[in-house]
Protein backbone atom coordinates (compact mmCIF):
# COMPACT_ATOMS: atom_id res chain seq x y z
CA UNK A 1 0.00 0.00 0.00
CA UNK A 2 1.49 3.02 -0.75
CA UNK A 3 2.20 6.14 1.98
CA UNK A 4 -0.69 7.67 3.59
CA UNK A 5 -1.46 11.15 2.10
CA UNK A 6 -2.19 12.43 5.52
CA UNK A 7 -1.11 11.47 9.42
CA UNK A 8 -4.44 12.01 11.09
CA UNK A 9 -7.80 13.09 9.32
CA UNK A 10 -10.70 14.13 11.26
CA UNK A 11 -14.16 14.07 9.46
CA UNK A 12 -16.79 15.86 11.17
CA UNK A 13 -20.12 14.83 10.47
CA UNK A 14 -20.24 11.12 9.60
CA UNK A 15 -23.55 10.87 7.11
CA UNK A 16 -23.90 9.59 3.11
CA UNK A 17 -20.42 11.72 2.34
CA UNK A 18 -18.17 11.29 5.59
CA UNK A 19 -19.02 7.80 6.12
CA UNK A 20 -17.88 7.30 2.12
CA UNK A 21 -14.61 9.47 2.65
CA UNK A 22 -13.94 7.00 5.97
CA UNK A 23 -14.75 3.73 4.00
CA UNK A 24 -12.73 5.06 1.40
CA UNK A 25 -9.85 6.10 2.99
CA UNK A 26 -9.71 3.04 5.04
CA UNK A 27 -9.65 0.74 2.21
CA UNK A 28 -6.45 2.75 0.40
CA UNK A 29 -5.08 3.73 3.07
CA UNK A 30 -5.21 7.70 2.95
CA UNK A 31 -4.32 8.28 6.22
CA UNK A 32 -2.65 6.70 9.03
CA UNK A 33 -5.46 7.98 11.76
CA UNK A 34 -9.12 8.66 10.94
CA UNK A 35 -11.21 10.67 13.96
CA UNK A 36 -15.20 10.82 13.45
CA UNK A 37 -16.85 13.21 15.30
CA UNK A 38 -20.74 13.98 15.31
CA UNK A 39 -22.84 15.69 17.20
CA UNK A 40 -25.53 12.46 18.39
CA UNK A 41 -24.05 9.64 20.25
CA UNK A 42 -26.14 7.16 18.83
CA UNK A 43 -24.65 7.96 15.64
CA UNK A 44 -21.23 8.30 16.74
CA UNK A 45 -22.29 4.77 18.45
CA UNK A 46 -23.69 3.59 14.86
CA UNK A 47 -19.90 4.91 13.28
CA UNK A 48 -17.97 3.28 16.00
CA UNK A 49 -19.98 -0.38 15.14
CA UNK A 50 -19.28 0.11 11.36
CA UNK A 51 -15.67 0.37 12.06
CA UNK A 52 -15.66 3.87 9.99
CA UNK A 53 -12.59 5.61 12.01
CA UNK A 54 -9.44 5.17 14.89
CA UNK A 55 -10.97 7.06 17.13
CA UNK A 56 -14.44 8.67 17.94
CA UNK A 57 -15.60 11.70 19.89
CA UNK A 58 -18.98 14.13 20.53
CA UNK A 59 -16.58 17.05 20.65
CA UNK A 60 -15.62 18.86 17.42
CA UNK A 61 -12.33 20.63 19.24
CA UNK A 62 -11.09 17.55 20.45
CA UNK A 63 -11.51 15.73 16.98
CA UNK A 64 -9.49 18.47 15.17
CA UNK A 65 -6.86 19.07 17.55
CA UNK A 66 -4.17 16.44 16.25
CA UNK A 67 -5.07 16.80 12.73
CA UNK A 68 -3.63 17.52 9.31
CA UNK A 69 -6.43 17.52 7.09
CA UNK A 70 -10.58 18.44 8.61
CA UNK A 71 -13.19 17.73 6.10
CA UNK A 72 -16.87 18.88 7.24
CA UNK A 73 -18.94 16.46 5.92
CA UNK A 74 -22.13 18.77 7.31
CA UNK A 75 -25.05 20.27 5.98
CA UNK A 76 -23.99 23.95 4.43
CA UNK A 77 -25.96 25.66 7.42
CA UNK A 78 -24.10 24.10 9.75
CA UNK A 79 -20.63 25.51 8.63
CA UNK A 80 -20.56 28.42 10.53
CA UNK A 81 -21.50 26.88 14.11
CA UNK A 82 -18.69 24.40 13.72
CA UNK A 83 -16.23 27.01 12.24
CA UNK A 84 -16.47 28.88 15.19
CA UNK A 85 -16.30 25.63 17.69
CA UNK A 86 -13.42 24.68 15.67
CA UNK A 87 -11.34 26.96 14.77
CA UNK A 88 -9.13 27.86 18.05
CA UNK A 89 -8.23 24.38 18.39
CA UNK A 90 -7.00 23.25 14.81
CA UNK A 91 -3.28 22.36 14.83
CA UNK A 92 -1.51 25.33 12.65
CA UNK A 93 -0.76 24.37 9.22
CA UNK A 94 -3.70 21.96 8.97
CA UNK A 95 -5.76 21.83 5.82
CA UNK A 96 -9.63 22.45 6.32
CA UNK A 97 -11.75 21.39 3.53
CA UNK A 98 -15.44 20.59 3.20
CA UNK A 99 -17.84 18.57 1.29
CA UNK A 100 -20.86 20.95 0.89
CA UNK A 101 -23.14 21.50 -1.80
CA UNK A 102 -22.91 25.10 -1.80
CA UNK A 103 -19.54 27.06 -1.89
CA UNK A 104 -20.05 30.69 -1.69
CA UNK A 105 -21.86 30.35 1.40
CA UNK A 106 -19.66 28.14 3.02
CA UNK A 107 -16.71 30.08 2.42
CA UNK A 108 -18.04 33.31 3.92
CA UNK A 109 -19.38 31.45 7.04
CA UNK A 110 -16.01 29.47 7.70
CA UNK A 111 -13.18 31.67 6.40
CA UNK A 112 -13.38 34.32 9.38
CA UNK A 113 -13.25 32.06 12.26
CA UNK A 114 -9.90 30.06 11.12
CA UNK A 115 -6.44 31.38 12.27
CA UNK A 116 -4.21 32.28 9.63
CA UNK A 117 -1.72 29.28 9.83
CA UNK A 118 -4.85 27.46 8.17
CA UNK A 119 -5.26 26.36 4.87
CA UNK A 120 -8.48 26.63 3.64
CA UNK A 121 -9.79 24.37 0.59
CA UNK A 122 -12.98 24.26 0.08
CA UNK A 123 -14.29 21.15 -2.33
CA UNK A 124 -17.42 19.54 -3.54
CA UNK A 125 -17.83 16.23 -4.42
CA UNK A 126 -20.55 15.01 -7.27
CA UNK A 127 -21.36 12.45 -6.06
CA UNK A 128 -24.47 10.99 -3.91
CA UNK A 129 -27.44 9.72 -3.50
CA UNK A 130 -30.51 10.46 -2.03
CA UNK A 131 -30.23 8.27 1.54
CA UNK A 132 -27.84 9.89 4.05
CA UNK A 133 -26.54 8.92 7.52
CA UNK A 134 -23.47 6.01 8.15
CA UNK A 135 -25.39 3.13 6.77
CA UNK A 136 -25.76 5.24 3.36
CA UNK A 137 -22.10 5.47 2.41
CA UNK A 138 -20.24 3.34 0.58
CA UNK A 139 -16.35 2.98 -0.50
CA UNK A 140 -16.96 3.42 -4.81
CA UNK A 141 -19.65 6.57 -4.25
CA UNK A 142 -16.53 8.94 -5.74
CA UNK A 143 -14.99 6.56 -8.22
CA UNK A 144 -15.05 8.67 -11.80
CA UNK A 145 -17.01 11.33 -10.36
CA UNK A 146 -16.01 14.65 -10.52
CA UNK A 147 -14.61 16.55 -7.52
CA UNK A 148 -15.22 20.63 -7.80
CA UNK A 149 -12.46 22.51 -5.40
CA UNK A 150 -13.17 26.02 -4.87
CA UNK A 151 -10.12 27.99 -3.13
CA UNK A 152 -10.54 31.54 -2.11
CA UNK A 153 -7.95 33.37 -3.70
CA UNK A 154 -4.22 33.32 -2.31
CA UNK A 155 -4.72 30.00 -1.23
CA UNK A 156 -1.41 27.79 -0.26
CA UNK A 157 -0.68 25.66 -3.67
CA UNK A 158 0.36 22.90 -1.58
CA UNK A 159 -2.59 22.66 0.48
CA UNK A 160 -4.73 22.55 -2.90
CA UNK A 161 -2.78 20.19 -4.07
CA UNK A 162 -2.84 17.95 -0.93
CA UNK A 163 -7.05 18.33 -1.53
CA UNK A 164 -6.82 17.76 -5.33
CA UNK A 165 -4.73 14.64 -4.67
CA UNK A 166 -6.83 13.59 -1.32
CA UNK A 167 -9.86 12.77 -3.89
CA UNK A 168 -8.23 11.93 -6.76
CA UNK A 169 -7.04 8.85 -4.21
CA UNK A 170 -10.60 8.75 -3.61
CA UNK A 171 -11.52 7.92 -7.17
CA UNK A 172 -12.69 11.53 -8.23
CA UNK A 173 -11.17 13.72 -11.33
CA UNK A 174 -11.07 16.91 -9.91
CA UNK A 175 -11.24 20.55 -11.50
CA UNK A 176 -10.60 23.75 -9.53
CA UNK A 177 -13.01 27.05 -10.70
CA UNK A 178 -14.02 29.86 -8.23
CA UNK A 179 -16.73 29.38 -5.96
CA UNK A 180 -19.18 32.10 -7.61
CA UNK A 181 -19.03 29.88 -10.79
CA UNK A 182 -19.36 26.29 -9.34
CA UNK A 183 -22.83 27.61 -7.38
CA UNK A 184 -24.17 28.95 -10.67
CA UNK A 185 -23.25 26.00 -12.46
CA UNK A 186 -24.42 23.85 -9.96
CA UNK A 187 -28.28 25.44 -9.61
CA UNK A 188 -28.91 24.44 -12.49
CA UNK A 189 -27.66 21.09 -12.83
CA UNK A 190 -28.27 20.11 -9.38
CA UNK A 191 -30.43 22.60 -6.70
CA UNK A 192 -33.33 23.47 -9.67
CA UNK A 193 -33.93 19.82 -10.43
CA UNK A 194 -34.19 18.89 -6.86
CA UNK A 195 -36.44 21.50 -6.57
CA UNK A 196 -38.73 20.55 -9.36
CA UNK A 197 -38.46 17.29 -7.79
CA UNK A 198 -40.01 18.56 -4.87
CA UNK A 199 -42.27 20.53 -6.04
CA UNK A 200 -44.33 17.91 -8.65
CA UNK A 201 -44.76 14.98 -6.32
CA UNK A 202 -45.85 18.42 -3.81
CA UNK A 203 -47.97 19.35 -6.54
CA UNK A 204 -49.10 15.39 -6.34
CA UNK A 205 -49.61 14.64 -2.74
CA UNK A 206 -51.87 17.67 -3.08
CA UNK A 207 -54.16 16.38 -5.30
CA UNK A 208 -55.89 14.38 -2.66
CA UNK A 209 -58.19 12.55 -4.62
CA UNK A 210 -55.20 10.82 -6.34
CA UNK A 211 -53.12 10.59 -3.82
CA UNK A 212 -53.60 7.33 -2.39
CA UNK A 213 -54.62 5.43 -5.72
CA UNK A 214 -53.31 6.83 -9.29
CA UNK A 215 -50.18 8.65 -8.21
CA UNK A 216 -48.59 5.43 -6.33
CA UNK A 217 -49.96 3.20 -8.66
CA UNK A 218 -49.35 4.69 -12.01
CA UNK A 219 -46.10 6.11 -10.67
CA UNK A 220 -43.82 3.98 -13.12
CA UNK A 221 -42.57 6.54 -15.04
CA UNK A 222 -41.04 9.84 -15.03
CA UNK A 223 -43.20 10.74 -11.79
CA UNK A 224 -40.90 7.69 -10.15
CA UNK A 225 -37.82 9.27 -10.93
CA UNK A 226 -39.11 12.25 -9.34
CA UNK A 227 -40.15 10.67 -6.10
CA UNK A 228 -36.42 9.36 -5.53
CA UNK A 229 -34.77 12.62 -5.86
CA UNK A 230 -37.55 14.41 -3.67
CA UNK A 231 -36.87 11.53 -0.69
CA UNK A 232 -33.74 13.33 -0.11
CA UNK A 233 -32.32 15.09 3.11
CA UNK A 234 -34.85 17.93 4.03
CA UNK A 235 -32.01 19.11 6.76
CA UNK A 236 -29.07 19.59 3.63
CA UNK A 237 -31.43 20.97 0.28
CA UNK A 238 -33.20 23.16 3.27
CA UNK A 239 -29.84 24.71 3.56
CA UNK A 240 -29.01 24.31 -0.10
CA UNK A 241 -31.29 26.48 -0.87
CA UNK A 242 -31.47 29.22 1.57
CA UNK A 243 -27.20 28.91 1.19
CA UNK A 244 -27.33 29.43 -3.09
CA UNK A 245 -30.24 31.74 -2.84
CA UNK A 246 -29.49 34.37 -5.62
CA UNK A 247 -27.99 31.47 -8.15
CA UNK A 248 -31.19 29.47 -7.71
CA UNK A 249 -33.40 32.76 -8.26
CA UNK A 250 -31.51 33.15 -11.42
CA UNK A 251 -31.59 29.98 -12.96
CA UNK A 252 -35.33 29.51 -11.67
CA UNK A 253 -36.62 33.03 -13.20
CA UNK A 254 -34.98 31.70 -16.71
CA UNK A 255 -36.60 28.14 -15.70
CA UNK A 256 -40.04 29.92 -15.78
CA UNK A 257 -39.35 31.72 -18.35
CA UNK A 258 -39.34 28.98 -20.81
CA UNK A 259 -41.93 27.03 -18.64
CA UNK A 260 -44.49 29.96 -19.66
CA UNK A 261 -43.27 29.66 -23.16
CA UNK A 262 -43.82 25.72 -23.38
CA UNK A 263 -47.29 26.61 -21.99
CA UNK A 264 -48.37 29.06 -24.68
CA UNK A 265 -47.02 26.39 -27.44
CA UNK A 266 -49.77 23.94 -25.38
CA UNK A 267 -52.17 26.65 -25.79
CA UNK A 268 -51.52 27.92 -28.94
CA UNK A 269 -51.49 24.00 -30.45
CA UNK A 270 -47.66 25.62 -31.54
CA UNK A 271 -46.86 21.59 -32.39
CA UNK A 272 -43.49 22.65 -33.94
CA UNK A 273 -42.41 24.47 -31.30
CA UNK A 274 -42.97 21.47 -28.86
CA UNK A 275 -40.98 19.30 -31.55
CA UNK A 276 -38.40 21.50 -32.04
CA UNK A 277 -37.42 21.43 -28.44
CA UNK A 278 -37.75 17.75 -27.84
CA UNK A 279 -35.73 16.98 -30.47
CA UNK A 280 -33.10 19.61 -29.14
CA UNK A 281 -33.41 17.49 -25.68
CA UNK A 282 -33.23 14.38 -27.25
CA UNK A 283 -30.07 15.27 -29.04
CA UNK A 284 -28.45 16.54 -25.92
CA UNK A 285 -29.01 13.11 -23.88
CA UNK A 286 -27.58 11.19 -27.07
CA UNK A 287 -24.65 13.25 -26.79
CA UNK A 288 -24.13 12.74 -23.36
CA UNK A 289 -24.26 9.11 -23.56
CA UNK A 290 -22.11 9.15 -26.63
CA UNK A 291 -19.48 10.51 -24.63
CA UNK A 292 -19.76 8.71 -22.33
CA UNK A 293 -21.29 10.14 -19.18
CA UNK A 294 -24.53 8.45 -19.00
CA UNK A 295 -25.53 4.85 -18.88
CA UNK A 296 -28.44 4.32 -21.15
CA UNK A 297 -31.19 3.31 -18.44
CA UNK A 298 -31.91 5.01 -15.30
CA UNK A 299 -28.76 5.48 -13.01
CA UNK A 300 -30.18 6.50 -9.98
CA UNK A 301 -26.57 8.43 -9.01
CA UNK A 302 -25.53 5.01 -8.11
CA UNK A 303 -23.30 3.39 -10.69
CA UNK A 304 -19.77 4.11 -10.56
CA UNK A 305 -18.75 5.93 -14.10
CA UNK A 306 -21.58 7.44 -14.59
CA UNK A 307 -21.85 11.37 -14.66
CA UNK A 308 -18.78 11.95 -15.78
CA UNK A 309 -16.50 11.68 -19.06
CA UNK A 310 -15.08 8.37 -19.25
CA UNK A 311 -11.01 7.84 -19.43
CA UNK A 312 -10.15 7.54 -22.83
CA UNK A 313 -10.00 4.02 -23.98
CA UNK A 314 -12.62 2.79 -21.36
N1 LIG B 1 -26.17 13.68 -0.11
C1 LIG B 1 -25.55 13.91 -1.23
O1 LIG B 1 -25.89 13.32 -2.25
C2 LIG B 1 -24.42 14.90 -1.26
C3 LIG B 1 -24.21 15.78 -0.21
N2 LIG B 1 -23.20 16.69 -0.28
C4 LIG B 1 -22.99 17.63 0.81
O2 LIG B 1 -22.38 16.90 1.86
C5 LIG B 1 -22.76 17.41 3.13
C6 LIG B 1 -23.22 16.25 4.01
O3 LIG B 1 -24.29 15.59 3.37
P1 LIG B 1 -24.67 14.08 3.71
O4 LIG B 1 -23.47 13.31 4.10
O5 LIG B 1 -25.50 13.62 2.57
O6 LIG B 1 -25.61 14.31 4.98
P2 LIG B 1 -26.06 13.27 6.12
O7 LIG B 1 -27.36 13.78 6.62
O8 LIG B 1 -25.96 11.87 5.66
O9 LIG B 1 -24.95 13.53 7.24
C7 LIG B 1 -24.79 14.77 7.86
C8 LIG B 1 -23.88 14.68 9.08
O10 LIG B 1 -23.74 16.00 9.64
C9 LIG B 1 -24.04 15.97 11.03
N3 LIG B 1 -24.68 17.25 11.39
C10 LIG B 1 -25.92 17.65 11.05
N4 LIG B 1 -26.16 18.89 11.53
C11 LIG B 1 -25.05 19.26 12.19
C12 LIG B 1 -24.70 20.42 12.91
N5 LIG B 1 -25.55 21.44 13.06
N6 LIG B 1 -23.46 20.46 13.46
C13 LIG B 1 -22.61 19.42 13.33
N7 LIG B 1 -22.91 18.30 12.65
C14 LIG B 1 -24.10 18.22 12.09
C15 LIG B 1 -24.99 14.79 11.20
O11 LIG B 1 -24.96 14.32 12.51
C16 LIG B 1 -24.39 13.79 10.20
O12 LIG B 1 -23.32 13.11 10.81
C17 LIG B 1 -23.82 18.47 2.87
O13 LIG B 1 -23.24 19.73 2.97
C18 LIG B 1 -24.25 18.23 1.44
O14 LIG B 1 -24.63 19.42 0.80
C19 LIG B 1 -22.31 16.72 -1.33
C20 LIG B 1 -22.44 15.84 -2.37
C21 LIG B 1 -23.53 14.90 -2.44
O1 LIG C 1 -28.88 11.60 -5.87
C1 LIG C 1 -28.69 12.35 -6.84
O2 LIG C 1 -29.22 12.19 -7.94
C2 LIG C 1 -27.81 13.52 -6.69
O3 LIG C 1 -27.94 14.49 -7.40
C3 LIG C 1 -26.73 13.43 -5.66
C4 LIG C 1 -26.08 14.72 -5.32
C5 LIG C 1 -26.71 15.57 -4.43
C6 LIG C 1 -26.10 16.74 -4.06
C7 LIG C 1 -24.87 17.08 -4.57
O4 LIG C 1 -24.31 18.23 -4.18
C8 LIG C 1 -24.24 16.25 -5.45
C9 LIG C 1 -24.84 15.05 -5.82
Not at 166 to 195: N, Q, R
Not at 253 to 267: G, K, N, P
Not at 275 to 284: E, G, P, S, Y
Request: charged share 25%.
Amino acid sequence: MPEPLVDTLALIGIGLIGSSIARVVKREGLARHIVVQTRRPETLARAEELGLGDRYTTDPTEAVRDADLVIACIPVGASEQVARAVGPALKPGAVVSDVGSTKASVIAQVAPHLPDSIHFVPAHPIAGTEHSGPDAGFADLFRNRWCIVTPPPGTDTAAIDLVRRFWEACGADTEVMTPEHHDMVLAITSHVPHLIAYNIVGTAAHLEQVTESEVMKYSAGGFRDFTRIAASDPTMWRDVFLHNREAVLEMLARFSEDLSALQRAIRFGDGDALFDLFTKTRAIRRGIIEAGQETEAPDFGRTPGAGKPAEPGE
